[in-house]
């Protein structure tokens, strides 16, 4: 072999090794970087653990605690009561205006609109059963009416009367 060919060997090896040794190094830090990667828990094993330092059973403080839980419980009833939408009233003008006017007016979402057509099959079933689904909601083939018109805060009076008044002022 000529002298310029083993020149060329000699550094092509240097470059090959230090390639090697970069490779080298490059696999031990992903190494380590991998290392600090928390491990993924499974959600059973967390469940588990959850139940494991659930409380198991509360302190009772005697009369001065039941007397503290009564009071605010009734807190939290006086405050639940004065949320009362439409402020409690049983007008039912005032909450149909309020409320159920923008889908019974239209007929939005299948609503039946305030005229004795829509009414008929409805009118059938009895007042019962269109207050019960004026509360609890309802979905069928011509449309849905959501619990309470939409409005949680409206007590079951407060939609009879409102469904008593529609009733009452069907053209």
């Keep these: 072999m000529r002298n310029y060919d083993l020149e060329f060997l000699k550094k092509f090896s240097m470059v090959i090794g230090f390639l090697v040794v970069v490779t080298v190094g490059l696999m031990i830090g992903a190494y380590f ?5 928390p491990p993924e828990i499974d959600p059973a094993v967390a469940q588990r653990q ?8 509360a302190v009772y403080a005697g009369s001065t605690g039941a007397a503290s839980q009564a009071a605010a ?13 439409y402020g409690g009233t ?13 889908c019974h007016k239209s007929g939005a ?6 005229d004795q057509a829509h009414w008929g099959p409805r009118l059938a079933q009895g007042k019962d059963t269109l207050h019960k689904h004026a509360i609890e909601g309802f979905t069928g083939a011509a449309g849905v009416m959501p619990p309470k018109g939409g409005n949680p805060a409206l007590t ?3 939609v009879i009367a409102t469904v008593d008044w529609m009733l009452g002022n069907l053209k």
């Design 33 to 37: 970087v991998h290392k600090q990667i």
């Design 50 to 57: 959850l139940n494991r330092i659930a409380p198991v059973g």
């Design 73 to 85: 419980a009734a807190a939290a009833a006086a405050k639940a009561a004065s949320q009362v939408a």
């Design 90 to 102: 049983l007008d039912g003008a005032v909450i149909f205006d309020g409320l159920c006017a923008g």
């Design 109 to 114: 979402g299948g609503a039946p609109t305030m």
């Design 156 to 158: 079951d009076e407060q």
